[in-house]
């Protein structure tokens, strides 16, 4: 049974950072291209970062500000979030993709606002 669970959502005031993290289990982890997106209300879905092996990349928006990293060993994806807007306000979800396979978290809330 494929799971990925996303933590370290929250509520920051702007200019806050956040630490999100995806494990995973029932995946060959290090074979799967992971991926954050989010989701903001009202809004559709977006991609914000993804890492395949050591190749990272980030949508506008969040370049200089969000660092996206994994942990093979740990089955762990991570993102790293300073700078933080109220724009970045959003449910933040990862996927894992190899192929036709394709999984998504659950889903962490993370709420900027002062």
């Known amino acids: 049974q494929v799971q990925l669970v996303e933590s370290g959502g929250g509520l920051v005031t702007p200019g806050g950072s956040l630490r999100l993290s995806c494990a995973a289990s029932g995946i060959m982890f290090s074979g799967y291209r992971m991926a954050w997106y989010r989701q903001a209300p009202g809004k559709q879905r977006e991609w914000v970062a993804a890492i395949s092996g050591d190749i990272t990349s980030y949508t506008d928006s969040v370049k200089g500000r969000f660092t996206i990293s994994r942990d093979n060993a740990k089955n762990t994806m991570y993102l790293e979030m300073d700078n933080l807007e109220p724009e970045d306000t959003a449910v933040y979800y990862c996927?894992?993709?190899?192929?036709?396979?394709?999984?998504w978290g659950q889903g962490t809330q993370v709420t900027i606002s002062s």
């Open positions: 996927r894992a993709s190899s192929g036709l396979r394709n999984y």
